[in-house]
Structures are given as C-alpha cells and as structure tokens.
C-alpha cells in the first residue's frame, strides 16, 4: 500500500482546507486509513480515521465538529476536510492506513504517506 498526501498549504484563521490521501495497492478490503498530525516540537497525535467502506469514522476530540473524514473508492481517495480551522492546527499532516483500527488510531498503523504542511495564520 503506498499513500500520497497531499491538499496542505497557508490559510487564514476561521479558513478551511481539504486534505487528500491518494491510496493505491490493496486498500479496497478491510483497511482503515487515518489522519494524523504533528506540530513542531510536539508529538504526533491522531486526529480521524475512516474505514475503507466509509461505514466507520472516528475523531479526535479536537476534529470534532470542524473536520470530516470521507472516502472516495472511485478515486481510491481519502478526503480530510478541515473548516473553522484556528493557529493551534498548525502541523504537518500525514495519513496511514493498516487493517488494525486500533493500530491505525494509536499511530501504529504500517502504512504512511508522507507529510503535507498545514499553516493557519491568525
């Protein structure tokens, strides 16, 4: 499974952006795929996650309310859709994926994309 994210860039507080994570290999069964972020100096820490069918989704107490993950099977994509987005959002974004829910939402998850940098300006 090789993931591509993507979507990151520089936004106004109270903005929104829309992360993608491009998936390809075999993701179409039993895999959960999951956001998580990391700002500078501070761990990494999980903030969604989506089953591949899109019947399960779990947030971060942070996320809830604001963010909403989907997949998209067509396109093998899984969307992260960040609104009222505030400076403390700030971090590299990375996505994971794994069959393992609990793996995926402790940051155990085998599989990651690399990073896309998300900067929210006050």
């Known amino acids: 499974v090789q993931l591509q994210a993507s979507g990151g860039g520089l936004v106004q507080a109270g903005g929104s952006l829309r992360l993608s994570c491009a998936a390809s290999g075999r993701t179409q069964t039993g895999y959960v795929v999951g956001w998580f972020r990391q700002a500078p100096g501070q761990e990494r820490e999980f903030v969604a996650a989506?089953?591949?069918?899109?019947?399960?989704?779990i947030y971060a107490d942070s996320a809830k309310g604001r963010f909403t993950i989907s997949v998209d099977n067509v396109k093998n994509t899984v969307t992260l859709q960040m609104m009222s987005l505030t400076p403390e959002d700030t971090a590299v974004y990375y996505c994971t994926a794994d069959t393992n829910t609990e793996w995926v939402t402790t940051g155990r998850g085998v599989y990651w994309g690399q990073g896309t940098q998300v900067t929210v300006s006050s």
């Open positions: 989506v089953s591949w069918s899109g019947a399960r989704t």
